[in-house]
Nanobody, 116 residues
Framework: VQVVESGGGLVQPGGSLRLSCAAS????????MRWYRQAPGKERGLVAS????????NYADSMKGRLTFSRDNAKNMGYLQMNSLKSEDTAVYYC??????????WGQGTQVTVSS
């Protein structure tokens, strides 16, 4: 089982990034997905979620209107488009795939730094 994030980096305030999450080793289309983030000295918090077939999405209030979470089950991929980034969005972003509370898979995280 693998969950691998990519797409993080350094971006200026107001800029955009698209994070990717590549999954393998399990039936991806059965799993709901989430993105979490953790800033230095803070607890990990939920940023966005998407249902197994991509029909339902939810976003944290702090980022609502600036995020789009999508997935391509044929490619075993999830994507988080982040726009209008702010310095307070700086964090390590983690991809999570979970199923009915029985299976819970995490990636290693990708660093997003928003700074001028």
């Amino acid at each position: 089982v693998q969950v691998v994030e990519s797409g993080g980096g350094l971006v200026q305030p107001g800029g955009s990034l698209r994070l990717s999450c590549a999954a393998s080793g399990f039936t991806f289309s059965r799993f709901a997905m989430r993105w979490y983030r953790q800033a230095p000295g803070k607890e990990r918090g939920l940023v966005a979620s998407i249902s197994s077939v991509g029909s339902r999405t939810n976003y944290a209030d702090s980022m609502k209107g600036r995020l789009t979470f999508s997935r391509d089950n044929a490619k075993n991929m999830g994507y988080l488009q982040m726009n209008s980034l702010k310095s307070e969005d700086t964090a390590v972003y983690y991809c999570n795939a979970h199923l009915d509370g029985l299976y819970d898979y995490w990636g290693q995280g990708t660093q997003v730094t928003v700074s001028s």
